[in-house]
């Protein structure tokens, strides 16, 4: 069960990052189209007043389709007309010419206008599977990038405020958990009396200590905090101990096992936990923006050591962060609450990067566009989203590689 809260918290985490965009575009006047977690194909799908609602099968993000994000190109159109033309073209071909040249004129109204008659060739054409969705998402293009409520035509503010919506969202998500943890009990550099974690190879392992274990005595002696627990253990001198501890509202007797050695002081093999401690609200949202702010300075400087000394070891992939993510539930609830904080952060800051596809990559163009008064060309667009996608995939392969390479505790 444990992975399952894990998954359904960072799908969570993806459902608030695509609502930003969602909630924000329609707010001002976009019409979003589409609304997915995850990406196609699709596992399920329903539609409701125009836009369509679904799961994808492909469990790495979300999306949502803000009508029109880029202007209409006449040469994107005909390629993927060029399919159903080589198809049928007694069909299509008037129709998709009439709109191909309206579309190079400039003339976007009356390309708009000559949908519909294209609409219903491709409809009536007998083409393959593959040659008619191409053709019907060129119709739906046209359509979508002609209307009034598309994204390009939209002026910078409404386009930069539709998109940043979604990295903000993560943000004040991040914030809101941080601040919870803090206000209800944040781990403290206090040791507790709780196991966090079980070190490989140890007596503790042997004995079947887990994380989440309370220990409340050492060899029928009770302890009340880990110091005292600590001093008993180093008194062992090598000799086997029994650890009773508190599981799920039972007390369980581990043992005997002998003590190790290591650095001139008997232990038994685990980590405990930090004691949670309450903070006043101020003292919260301080601490909680804190935490914010060092996301932030942890991920540049992750960036920085990438390219300046080819360290990757803070890049981490999904399986890395599953993986994390149910080592810090086992231990408790405000560790994985705080860890998913930081996961939510990670994820405005890696879609605010300049590139495309990526939001900062929307919201770089949407300015230089507002600048320039006027659309970039589509072979902008193509060029800048080449590198980004390059450069994108490079930094899933590393997070990949850091996630198989790395061992599981």
Request: glycine share 10%; charged share 15%.
């Amino acid at each position: 069960m444990t992975w399952l809260v894990v998954v359904l918290g960072l799908a969570l985490l993806v459902f608030l990052h695509e609502l930003g965009h969602f909630s924000v575009s329609r707010l001002l006047g976009m019409k979003p189209r589409a609304f997915y977690i995850g990406f196609p194909p699709a596992i399920v799908k329903i539609e409701r007043n125009g836009v369509e609602y679904g799961i994808g099968a492909i469990p790495l993000g979300g999306y949502t389709r803000i009508p029109g994000m880029l202007r209409p190109s006449a040469g994107d159109f005909e390629a993927q007309m060029s399919p159903a033309l080589r198809e049928d073209a007694a069909l299509v071909a008037a129709a998709t010419n009439t709109v191909q040249r309206q579309l190079g004129c400039g003339n976007l109204e009356a390309a708009r206008e000559a949908l519909p008659t294209l609409a219903t060739a491709v409809g009536q054409a007998a083409l393959s599977p593959g040659a008619r969705r191409s053709a019907e998402q060129a119709v739906r293009g046209v359509d979508e990038s002609t209307g009034a409520d598309a994204y390009w035509r939209q002026p910078t503010w409404k386009r930069v405020a539709a998109i940043a919506a979604g990295p903000a969202m993560n943000v004040l998500v991040a914030f809101l958990l941080f601040f919870a943890v803090y206000a209800t009990g944040a781990p403290s550099q206090i040791p507790s009396t709780e196991v966090a974690h079980i070190d490989a190879n140890t007596p503790a392992a042997a004995a079947g200590l887990r994380p989440g274990d309370r220990i409340v005595a050492v060899d029928g002696h009770p302890a009340r905090s880990f110091a005292h627990v600590s001093a008993l253990i180093r008194g062992s001198h090598g000799h086997p101990i029994t650890v009773t501890v508190e599981r799920a509202g039972l007390m369980v007797t581990l043992g005997p096992r002998r003590t190790i050695e290591t650095g001139g002081r008997w232990i038994w093999g685990f980590v405990p936990a930090a004691q949670l401690v309450s903070h006043p609200l101020g003292a919260s949202a301080r601490l909680a923006g804190g935490d914010c702010w060092h996301v932030v300075i942890g991920t540049a400087t992750a960036i920085r050591d990438l390219f300046r000394s080819h360290s990757s070891a803070g890049i981490s992939g999904p399986i890395g962060v599953v993986r994390t993510s149910e080592q810090f539930l086992e231990i408790g609830l405000q560790w994985y609450l705080q860890l998913l904080g930081l996961i939510s952060m990670s994820i405005a800051l890696f879609n605010l990067l300049p590139l495309l596809p990526l939001d900062g990559g929307h919201i770089l163009f949407s300015l230089v566009e507002g600048l320039r008064g006027r659309a970039l060309p589509q072979a902008a667009y193509q060029r800048f989203s080449a590198f980004g996608m390059a450069l994108i995939l490079l930094l899933t392969v590393i997070a990949f590689s850091n996630d198989l390479g790395a061992t599981p505790r």
